[in-house]
């Protein structure tokens, strides 16, 4: 459904009729004429200086940018949606394709400690995230953290990796899909696909089956968020019944004779298994964009998000020490590892057991998805970084029907033409990124206020962030690079860090007390959460680094060229039609440098 048209409102925000116009997608004042778009072109070092300082505040998030949408989401999520939801999101292929991988040839059934150390960065993010969704309850999830505390730019490029993390993700999960339903019907994949000899074989392989189900979850997404829950925890209570079937069938066959050895790569298999495990615990984060949905976000965001994130990694953990019981770690099969070990002791029939809860976990998790990336794109484009025809809301279902239709379509196409095998090479270095940046946001939002605090405790957060980022990175390139016995640098870092943290407790007072709920143990849990995602990014391949800088200069390019302009002429658009209201003009005007001394 198209948005366009414009219609004034006393409150100075255009409202849009159905269409599909140019002013739709580029109504700013650059892009009115060529002259005024070279003009744009001429002033983009003074317009990117003020974006770059530009900080959004808490209370225009919450009315102003979300009412650029002119329809309101519905509010009709409990804690118990955001449980299931979150269990759907995160429980999907990765832990019947990758534990398998790991166990065999990098961790052994040290797996399990793989799993925990992934499992505690995830809880730590959890935490992060779960402050910022209930004190800033919008679809924008992390875009919208990060452009209240960090600034718009930072939040742009975050936003667009974990974009692209959705899209890349979602197709390789509706590949997978087509791979788990021939093995129910006793084909191989390829029988349900479409052999084109003319492409490369690694893009020639055409699978209509994707793109079936991505138009399927697309029409449940676009309908209701509530039908979409209602459908999501029916499900993940089948998919949580076949993994007790997993765990209490396996540990039948156990034999405790396989768990020796127990870690044969060493302590360095079990933190490179780590950071491909993380891959695994990914999805909690569209939890976060559906708070604006959210009858009571207070009460249900953190019992929902820590609740789905403490079940999900109990559950894996089970999983990781049944699988390894099961079959000594050398035989077991890296790309159906639970449907093999159950054969290896006589129960042929459990494979289909498996399948079915691999094909029910991973539509889940492309529900979810659809559902968190749909909201990303709508916040997004409510602040004109992308077109504002996609922020648009439809006034029956409450749904943001323009976004869900546009990123399944681009998660469809990959998923029809690309191989499983090249986009399951695309990991988690977005994510961990982006958990990254929310940390180091947390520990701006609690110790940095504008007006409240004075020049020297800002200078003192600056140095203790820069020391917890440094020694964080330097660890985690020390990893990468050193042999495995080589532990000299890690004495001169972790208490860098250490150091540095508790410098930051004691020294910089803290500006801003959570009105709600709050993350416990600041600055240690947030400052824990960027070692441990900066340490993990240390074990991740060079392929994936290449992606992350190619694609992050892609999201430059557009920046540059259109999100930039389109961004700053709304923020002049508003700022002047505010004047009165400082507060609004320091959201979306020019910041001056003394509001940040």
Request: with cysteine; hydrophobic share 50%; aromatic share 12%.
């Amino acid at each position: 459904m198209g948005v366009g048209g414009e219609a004034g409102g006393e409150d100075g925000i255009r409202r849009r009729g159905c269409s599909c116009t140019k002013d739709d997608f580029l109504p700013e004042e650059s892009f009115k004429s060529m002259s005024n778009y070279v003009k744009a072109l001429s002033e983009t070092p003074h317009r990117f200086m003020d974006r770059l300082l530009t900080r959004s505040l808490d209370s225009a998030e919450l009315h102003e940018i979300k009412a650029r949408s002119n329809h309101e989401m519905k509010r009709n999520l409990t804690w118990w949606d955001l449980i299931w939801f979150g269990i759907g999101a995160v429980i999907g292929a990765g832990i019947f394709v990758l534990t398998g991988l790991q166990a065999k040839e990098v961790s052994g059934p040290a797996v399990l400690l793989s799993y925990v150390i992934s499992g505690i960065s995830a809880m730590l993010a959890v935490f992060c995230y779960t402050e910022f969704a209930v004190e800033i309850p919008v679809a924008g999830g992390s875009f919208a953290y990060l452009r209240v505390e960090l600034g718009n730019f930072v939040a742009f490029i975050a936003a667009g990796n974990i974009l692209l993390e959705y899209v890349i993700g979602g197709a390789a999960v509706a590949r997978a899909w087509t791979s788990y339903f021939a093995t129910l019907c006793n084909h191989h994949a390829n029988d349900f696909r479409i052999n084109v000899s003319s492409l490369p074989d690694d893009y020639g392989h055409l699978d209509p089956i994707a793109i079936v189900v991505i138009t399927v979850i697309c029409i449940v997404t676009i309908i209701s968020t509530k039908g979409s829950s209602r459908f999501n925890y029916i499900a993940s209570i089948i998919h949580i019944a076949v993994i007790l079937f997993i765990i209490i069938a396996g540990f039948t066959k156990a034999d405790t004779k396989n768990y020796t050895p127990f870690a044969p790569f060493g302590i360095r298999g079990i933190f490179k298994s780590s950071a491909v495990l993380f891959f695994a615990y990914l999805g909690f984060d569209a939890v976060a964009t559906m708070a604006e949905e959210t009858k009571n976000p207070a009460r249900d965001i953190p019992i929902g998000l820590v609740g789905s994130m403490t079940i999900t990694t109990a559950a894996y953990c089970l999983l990781a020490i049944t699988l390894c019981l099961i079959q000594p770690y050398p035989q077991i099969d890296k790309d159906a590892p639970f449907s093999v070990a159950f054969q290896s002791v006589g129960m042929n029939w459990a494979k289909y057991i498996v399948a079915a809860g691999a094909l029910k976990g991973m539509t889940t998790v492309l529900l979810v998805s659809a559902v968190g990336q749909a909201r990303y794109l709508t916040h997004i484009a409510r602040t004109h970084m992308m077109p504002p025809w996609l922020a648009q809301i439809h006034p029956k279902t409450g749904t943001p029907i323009n976004a869900t239709i546009v990123m399944l379509a681009a998660t469809a196409i990959i998923a029809f033409f690309t191989e499983l095998s090249i986009l399951s090479n695309l990991l988690s270095i977005s994510t961990l990124f982006i958990y990254t940046l929310v940390a180091a946001a947390l520990l701006v939002r609690r110790y940095y206020v504008s007006g409240v605090t004075t020049p020297a405790d800002r200078n003192k957060l600056i140095i203790c962030t820069a020391f917890i980022l440094g020694s964080s990175g330097i660890t985690a390139a020390y990893w990468a690079l050193s042999s495995e016995n080589d532990w000299i640098a890690y004495a001169i870092t972790v208490p860098i860090w250490f150091l540095a943290t508790l410098a930051l407790q004691v020294l910089v007072p803290q500006a801003r007390t959570p009105k709600l709920w709050g993350v416990p143990l600041v600055p240690w849990f947030p400052s824990a959460s960027i070692a441990i995602n900066v340490f993990l990014l240390g074990s991740i391949d060079r392929a994936s680094f290449v992606r992350f800088a190619v694609w992050t200069a892609i999201l430059l390019i557009y920046y540059f060229l259109v999100g930039l302009h389109a961004s700053y002429d709304t923020a002049k658009q508003y700022g002047e039609n505010q004047a009165a209201e400082e507060y609004k003009k320091a959201e979306e005007g020019a910041v001056s440098a003394t509001n940040y001394g």
